[in-house]
C-alpha cells in the first residue's frame, strides 16, 4: 500500500515539474528504483547476517524514513504552460462560509416545515380543549403562552440547524463523488485512455511471470547449472533499469512518437515471449532475458503516454486508474501461468498465452492510435445545399 501510493504521487509530481526533459526525468527515478532494488537483495542477506532480522527490518525502515525528507522538497507547481485545474466553486467556498452563507434561506424553509407540524399541534390541542378555533389566539396574549412561544422557536432553531449542517455536508460529500465519477466516464470516452488501459492491464499479465518464471524455464530445458555465467533473473533487473533510462531518453525526441514507441516494445516483447518455448540453451535464455528486460523499462515512458493522452490537469486521476489495474494485471498473471503450466506440464502454452496478452494489447492501443483510425470514424461534410436562381417576370412593358 505504501509503495503504491508513494509511485503514483512520485510520477505525479515529475511530470508535473518536468516539460521538455520529461522522458529523462522520469528515466532517471525508473532507473534509480531498479538500481536500488537490485542492491537491496545483496543488502538484505548482509544486514540480517550482521544484525539479525530485528535489526534488518529497524534499518530498512530507517532508510524508508527518509522519503519523508525527500517528500518534503516537493511543491505544487503553477505553471503557465500547464496550469493546475482550478477546484469547483464548490471546493473553492470554504466549509464553514458554505454551510452558514444561505441559513437565513434555508433555515427558514426548515423552520417554516417545523411551524407547519407545531402549529398543526397547538390547534389540535385548542380545538379539542375549547371546540373551537379562537382558544388558539386566546392563548397567544397569556404571558405564559409568549414565554413558551420563545422558547418553542429556540427549539426550532435548535433543530434546524444541525439538520441544515446534516443536509449541506451531505450535498457537498455527494457532489464531489458525483464530480470524481463525471471524470471518470470523460477519461474513459477518451478512445485512446481505454485503450492504453487495457494495454496495460494485458501487458501486466502476460510481461510479469518471465521475471519470476524465468529460472524454472532454464531447468525444464535441461540447461545445467555449471552455464548459468549470471542468474537470469539478474539479466533481467540489469537490463530493465537500462531500458528505462535509454527509452525514457528517446521519448523526449521531437521526431520519436512516445506512444508508438511504446507501441513497439509490447510487440516486441510479445514475439520474445513467444519465442522462449524455442530456447534451450543457457546463451538464447540470456538473450531473450535482456531483451525482455529492456523492454519491461517501458513503465518509464508509461506515465509520459498518460500525459500526452488526458492531460497534465488529470494525470493523477487518470495514472490511478491505470495502475490499480496495472495492479490487477501483475496478480492475476503469475497464477494464469502456474495453472497453465500444472495443467500441461510445460511452459510452452504458458508463454503463448502471455505473448498473446501482450500482443493482443499493442494491437489495440496501436488501432486506437492511428491517424487513419480517426479519418474513418469522421463523418464526410455534408454536400453543400444546390442553389438555384430564377429570373422573375416584370409585368410590365419595356419602355
Known amino acids: 500500500l505504501g509503495c503504491g501510493l508513494l509511485y503514483t504521487a512520485t510520477v505525479t509530481i515529475t511530470c ?20 536500488g532494488l537490485f542492491i537491496y537483495a545483496a543488502l538484505q542477506r548482509l544486514l540480517i547476517e550482521f544484525y539479525g532480522l530485528d535489526g534488518c527490518l529497524l534499518i530498512v525502515g530507517a532508510l524508508a524514513l527518509n522519503i519523508l525528507a525527500c517528500g518534503s522538497l516537493m511543491r505544487p507547481l503553477q505553471s503557465s504552460d500547464f496550469p493546475l485545474p482550478e477546484k469547483t466553486a464548490l471546493e473553492n467556498v470554504p466549509d464553514r462560509y458554505l454551510i452558514y452563507k444561505e441559513k437565513e434561506k434555508d433555515l ?7 411551524e407547519k407540524s407545531y402549529s398543526g399541534e397547538e390547534t ?7 371546540g373551537d378555533w379562537k382558544s ?26 444541525p439538520k441544515y449542517f446534516c443536509k449541506q455536508l451531505a450535498k457537498r460529500k455527494w457532489q464531489l463523488y458525483k464530480n470524481y465519477c463525471g471524470e471518470t466516464v470523460a477519461l474513459f470516452k477518451n478512445k485512446v ?11 501486466d499479465i502476460g510481461g510479469f511471470p518471465p521475471s519470476l518464471l524465468m529460472e524454472d524455464v532454464a531447468r525444464s530445458s535441461n540447461v545445467k547449472e555449471e552455464e548459468f555465467i549470471m542468474p537470469l533473473i539478474s539479466i533481467i533487473g540489469i537490463m530493465t533499469a537500462v531500458g528505462k533510462l535509454i527509452l525514457g531518453i528517446l521519448a523526449d525526441f521531437k521526431w520519436i512518437n512516445t506512444l508508438y514507441l511504446y507501441v513497439a516494445t509490447l510487440i516486441i516483447m510479445s514475439l520474445a515471449l513467444c519465442a522462449i518455448p524455442f530456447a534451450k540453451s543457457y546463451v538464447t535464455l540470456a538473450l531473450l ?10 513503465w518509464s515512458i508509461f506515465p509520459y503516454v498518460t500525459t500526452k493522452t488526458v492531460g ?23 497464477p494464469i501461468v502456474g495453472w497453465f503450466y500444472d495443467w500441461t506440464q510445460t511452459y510452452d502454452i504458458a508463454f503463448y498465452f502471455s505473448g498473446l496478452c501482450v500482443l493482443l494489447g499493442g494491437f489495440i492501443l496501436l488501432l486506437a492510435a ?30
Open 193 to 203: 485512455f481505454s485503450a492504453l488501459f487495457i494495454a496495460i492491464f494485458l501487458f
Open 312 to 334: 497534465i490537469e488529470k494525470l493523477a486521476h487518470a495514472y490511478g486508474i491505470l495502475m490499480f489495474f496495472a495492479g490487477l494485471g501483475n496478480s492475476l498473471g503469475p
Open 289 to 298: 532475458s535482456g531483451i525482455l528486460g529492456f523492454l519491461t523499462g517501458n
Open 370 to 399: 492511428l491517424p487513419s483510425w480517426d479519418t474513418c470514424k469522421k463523418q464526410l461534410p455534408k454536400p453543400a445545399p444546390t442553389t438555384f436562381l430564377y429570373k422573375v417576370a416584370s409585368n410590365s412593358s419595356n419602355v
Open 108 to 114: 427558514e424553509e426548515n423552520i417554516n416545515m417545523l
Open 124 to 130: 389540535c390541542k385548542g380545538t379539542l380543549a375549547n
Open 16 to 35: 508535473q515539474y518536468f516539460d521538455s526533459r520529461r522522458g529523462l526525468a522520469l528515466g532517471l527515478i525508473s532507473t534509480g528504483s531498479s538500481v
Open 136 to 161: 388558539e389566539s386566546l392563548l397567544h396574549k397569556n404571558p405564559t403562552t409568549t414565554a413558551h412561544t420563545q422558547e418553542t422557536e429556540t427549539y426550532k432553531r435548535k433543530v434546524a440547524e
